[in-house]
């Protein structure tokens, strides 16, 4: 197993990369965006942790690993966003059953961890296979529950990027996998790709405001939460009317401190 590359959240892009001077690219582009990547090419292929005391992780099979750092306002922040691109495991061909198990495996360790699933906060609070068929009749981007063990069948209907979603103190981690489309043949072997996306607290809450806006999702995020708490509770009481049962354990998780520099 290759020697991890540890990543943490708000660590500086020149001090990351002075940790891997050797593994990490910097790309620095003229409007002050500096981009920071490594990729694995090779067998063995990369190990990466992520640093995050009792909730750290490490993803094995690593193919890439992607982070920006932004100018400015954001600049103190360091890098608060990776993603990061993994196989299932070292071949890159694999079972489609094979391949639904090792997932599963994968967010039973983020569970295990500590993590807590996440909802979004204008979807309705579905579990189990309630949430899975309600995603797959509406939009991928809603998710699935991680600790629902879908049917190989079931498996193979769920749509390339859709998300299993998680929280912890201080950061959020996205799961997707990507399904190489023409080997979609159950009994054959297929080809997937993992991308785990993590990303701070702050970094979460700026994506509830336009990207013209972000500096000042302090001020805008109060202003939206409670239109984010109507489309949920539309959405809840359309459900139920159906007979659909509504996951009323969930809570949210807490936000971020809205007090400091709030902009204009």
């Known amino acids: ?6 990543i943490k959240l708000g660590e500086s892009g020149p001090d990351f990369a002075k940790r891997y001077p050797s593994m990490v690219n910097v790309v620095h582009q003229p409007a002050g965006l500096d981009f920071y990547s490594a990729r694995w090419g090779a067998r063995p292929h990369g190990v990466v942790k992520l640093d995050l005391g009792s909730y750290s992780l490490t993803l094995p099979h ?43 495996k994968i967010l039973s360790a983020i569970l295990q961890a500590g ?13 189990g296979q309630v949430r899975y068929d309600y995603t797959l009749k509406t939009v991928s981007v809603n998710g699935l529950d991680p600790s629902y063990l879908p049917t190989l069948d079931e498996w193979m209907r769920i749509e390339s990027r859709t998300p299993w979603s998680f929280h912890a103190p201080g950061a959020y981690l996205e799961l997707s996998f990507t399904r190489e489309r023409t080997l979609t043949d159950p009994a054959k072997p297929g080809s997937y790709m993992l991308t785990f996306n993590v990303k701070t607290e702050a970094e979460h809450s700026r994506g509830y405001v336009e990207s013209d806006d972000r500096p000042r999702w302090k001020v805008l995020l109060p202003k939206l939460l409670p239109q984010l708490t109507l489309a949920r509770q ?7 009317a159906k007979g659909v049962p509504i996951d009323e354990s969930y809570k949210d998780p807490e936000l971020p401190s809205l007090s400091g520099d709030l902009g204009t």
Not at 115 to 127: A, G, N, Q, T, V
Request: cysteine-free; glycine content about 4%; hydrophobic content about 35%.
């Open 234 to 240: 539309q959405k809840e009481t359309e459900l139920r």
């Open 62 to 104: 690593v193919l890439s690993l992607q982070a920006a750092q932004e100018p400015g306002q954001l600049a103190p922040e360091g890098l608060y966003e990776f993603s990061i691109n993994t196989g299932i495991t070292e071949p890159e061909l694999i079972a489609h059953d094979e391949a639904r198990l090792q997932t599963y």
């Open 1 to 6: 197993m290759s020697n991890p590359v540890t």
């Open 115 to 127: 993590w807590k699933p996440f909802i979004e906060r204008s979807e309705p609070r579905l579990s």
